[in-house]
């Protein structure tokens, strides 16, 4: 979710060449169509939207997401197993540390969304395009699945497999009214320190992570402060717990709408080239197109003035 790379400058004749070319390699890859469409988007974009990497970004979610399902979930699974030596502070810091180690290291290979709401919210602001929101949720409800097998295998089915339900003492609409307005907060601040305006980079990450520790602090007695429909869903799937699930999938999605609006409200439509990058990656381009941006820049350094 980091938004701070730069895209390589095509505004020189060379430059525009070297798009030229990078967009007849497109429509040989994927047709007239498809080319057609990405060539309505800004240029800083088109690189983002070569399917070429979309095996390796969907791959990103999935292992981002198992990694966040088995830290969150694992968490609960040993705070039964070990009799309480885990402690709630612990039980909440681990998914948020989590999250904040996997956007550092794979942000700039998928967006690192690693929650369904985070993936549509992008999508609703036009950071991110309809037509991978799909695999992506795909990819991060597997992740999420394959977390709570290991698990189980590990462990056997332990405290549910770390499934969120309302805590005791607390109804379903408690439960349902703090997982909404958790996840406005969380797509609050993860649209907003992606936006250009914030341009705030990598450090994005420690206010996301930052986010989902103070939720669990003071809401997860409540609701498990879940805030995500994938991070729920794999531990209920495999435990077979699926009595209070709509909560963790209806609550959160309304909370990222909201968020939406309040961030339109805030900034306007969009979140700008770096709320884009930010949402979708900046995996380098193709090969050949490297070869293209590097002779741009030797040729720019050679006929710029001296100093």
Same mark, same amino acid.
């Given at each position: ?12 004749? #060379?430059?525009?060449? =070297?798009?030229? !070319? ?26 983002? &939207? ?5 095996? !390796? ?18 968490? /609960?699974?040993?705070?039964?197993? *070990? ?28 967006? %690192? ?18 037509? !991978? ?13 394959? =977390?709570?097998?290991?698990?189980? %295998? /590990? ?8 499934? *969120? ?31 250009? /305006?914030? &341009?705030?980079?990598?450090? #994005? ?9 103070? /939720? ?9 402060? #879940?805030? &995500? ?26 909370? %990222? ?21 930010? %949402? ?7 090969? #050949? &197109?490297? *070869? ?5 820049? !030797?040729?720019?350094?050679? *006929?710029?003035?001296?100093?």
């Amino acid at each position: 979710m980091t938004g701070d790379e730069r895209i390589p400058d095509v505004g020189t004749p #060379s430059g525009a060449q =070297a798009r030229d !070319r990078l967009g007849a390699v497109v429509v040989a890859r994927h047709g007239v169509r498809i080319a057609s469409l990405l060539e309505r988007e800004p240029v800083w974009a088109r690189d983002f &939207n070569d399917l070429a990497y979309e095996g !390796r970004r969907l791959f990103g979610e999935l292992f981002g997401t198992f990694l966040l399902v088995l830290a969150g979930a694992g968490a /609960a699974v040993l705070e039964t197993a *070990t009799h309480g030596q885990i402690g709630r502070a612990a039980s909440v810091t681990a998914p948020a540390l989590t999250v904040l180690a996997v956007i550092l290291f794979m942000g700039a290979v998928c967006g %690192a969304h690693l929650n369904p709401i985070v993936s549509v919210a992008f999508a609703l602001r036009g950071d991110f395009a309809w037509r !991978r929101v799909p695999g992506y949720i795909a990819a991060q409800c597997v992740g999420a699945v394959l =977390a709570a097998l290991v698990l189980k %295998a /590990a462990f056997g089915d332990v405290a549910h497999l770390g499934a *969120t339900v309302p805590g005791p003492g607390f109804t379903v609409t408690q439960a349902f009214v703090v997982e909404a307005v958790l996840s406005l907060g969380l797509v609050s601040t993860i649209l907003g320190t992606a936006s250009s /305006a914030q &341009n705030i980079g990598p450090l #994005s990450a420690i206010g996301v992570g930052g986010y989902i520790a103070q /939720a669990g602090l003071w809401a997860g007695p409540v609701s498990g402060a #879940s805030m &995500n429909p994938a991070r729920s869903l794999g531990p209920a799937l495999v435990s077979v717990d699926l009595h209070d699930l709509w909560i963790y999938l209806t609550a959160p999605t309304l909370g %990222a709408l909201a968020a939406v609006a309040a961030a339109y409200i805030l900034r306007g439509s969009g979140g700008g080239p770096g709320g884009s990058r930010a %949402a979708q990656g900046t995996l380098r381009p193709p090969a #050949s &197109n490297v *070869t293209e941006i590097q002779s741009t820049r !030797r040729a720019r350094r050679r *006929t710029s003035p001296a100093g």
